[in-house]
T-cell receptor, first 113, second 113 residues
């Protein structure tokens, strides 16, 4: 089955700096790669996703890149703000009705003002 | 209006007891899920239902029994609670099985004493 590795487990940056979180996946048939943000006491919420036919996607200060050959994808957050502090999860999934979304173990991002 | 709502938010109980967590979604989605998040924040799928039909059943002890009376509701009943069942349980829904964004509830924190 799919296995998703996520690094680092914790990341601390100064406000205004960039943050990068990296994930690798094992199943070459996976074709959907979302990123979720979980704030304290809340459920995870989708912030950006990418499909395997695209190499990069950007939405304001966040971007995701995908390297299918190397089976890794990354989340980039620029101009970080204190409200970006949260736990971020990457995930991967094959296409198909019974296919499950497999999550990485999460990265706790702290943005220091 | 909360899209995915689950009750109770907190549940403290003794070992050996039986408890239930309820989940409702008002998004008109076909698919609902239960995820377990342990103390290390690891998110692991437990079950998935599509239009009231069980489609994903991970290696979960049979003390855990999901029930979906209709596609807007997915409840989780746990028998003979054990210390290791302490976790945050998240309900989620998606438009259809194996595709689309997952919308999570705010979680139910279960503590078994």
């Amino acid at each position: 089955g799919e296995n998703v590795e996520q690094h680092p487990s914790t990341l601390s940056v100064q406000e205004g700096d960039s943050a990068v979180i990296k994930c690798t996946y094992s199943d070459s048939a996976s074709n959907y790669f979302p990123w979720y943000k979980q704030e304290l006491g809340k459920g995870p919420q989708l912030i950006i996703d990418i499909r395997s036919n695209v190499g990069e996607k950007k939405d304001q200060r966040i971007a995701v890149t995908l390297n299918k050959t190397a089976k890794h994808f990354s989340l980039h957050i620029t101009e970080t703000q204190p409200e970006d502090s949260a736990v971020y999860f990457c995930a991967a999934r094959r296409q198909g009705g019974s296919e499950k979304l497999v999550f990485g173990k999460g990265t706790k991002l702290t943005v220091n003002p | 209006d909360t899209a995915v709502s689950q009750t109770p938010k907190y549940l403290v109980t003794q070992m050996g007891n039986d408890k239930s967590i309820k989940c409702e979604q008002n998004l008109g989605h076909d698919t609902m899920y239960w995820y377990k998040q342990d103390s290390k924040k690891f998110l692991k799928i437990m079950f998935s239902y599509n239009n009231k039909e069980l489609i994903i059943n991970e290696t979960v002890p049979n003390r855990f029994s999901p029930k979906s009376p209709d596609k807007a509701h997915l409840n989780l009943h746990i028998n003979s609670l054990e210390l290791g069942d302490s976790a945050v349980y998240f309900c989620a829904s998606s438009p259809r099985s194996g595709a689309g964004e997952l919308f999570f509830g705010e979680g139910s924190r279960l503590t078994v004493l």
